[in-house]
Nanobody, 123 residues
Framework: VQLQASGGGLVQPGGSLRLSCAASGFTLDNYAIGWFRQAPWKEREFVAAISWTGGSTSYGDSVKGRFAISRDNAKYTVYLQMNSLKPEDTAVYYC?????????????????WGQGTLVTVSS
């Protein structure tokens, strides 16, 4: 099982970025995928998750209305569209595979993690 997050970078406040999570080594459409983030000196935080069908999504309170998660099972890829970015969104973003097909926000529900991609929001 491999998860490769990409798309991070430096962006100004109010800007947008789209992260991608490329999956391999398993059948993507059997599992929910989540995005989490970890800022320096802080605990890892739930950002968003999407069910295996894409019909169910969930978001952390701090990103609701600004971020959108989507998936393309045919491309084995999950996306995180991040809009109206704020300096407090600065973190390493990780994608992870859930233990089942449900879009949950709890870290123990995820068994496999990618290596992370750094997002820096700064002027």
């Amino acid at each position: 099982v491999q998860l490769q997050a990409s798309g991070g970078g430096l962006v100004q406040p109010g800007g947008s970025l789209r992260l991608s999570c490329a999956a391999s080594g398993f059948t993507l459409d059997n599992y929910a995928i989540g995005w989490f983030r970890q800022a320096p000196w802080k605990e890892r935080e739930f950002v968003a998750a999407i069910s295996w069908t894409g019909g169910s999504t969930s978001y952390g309170d701090s990103v609701k209305g600004r971020f959108a998660i989507s998936r393309d099972n045919a491309k084995y890829t999950v996306y995180l569209q991040m809009n109206s970015l704020k300096p407090e969104d600065t973190a390493v973003y990780y994608c992870a595979r859930a233990r089942d097909s449900y879009a949950r926000g709890s870290i123990p529900e995820y068994g496999y993690w990618g290596q992370g991609t750094l997002v820096t929001v700064s002027s």
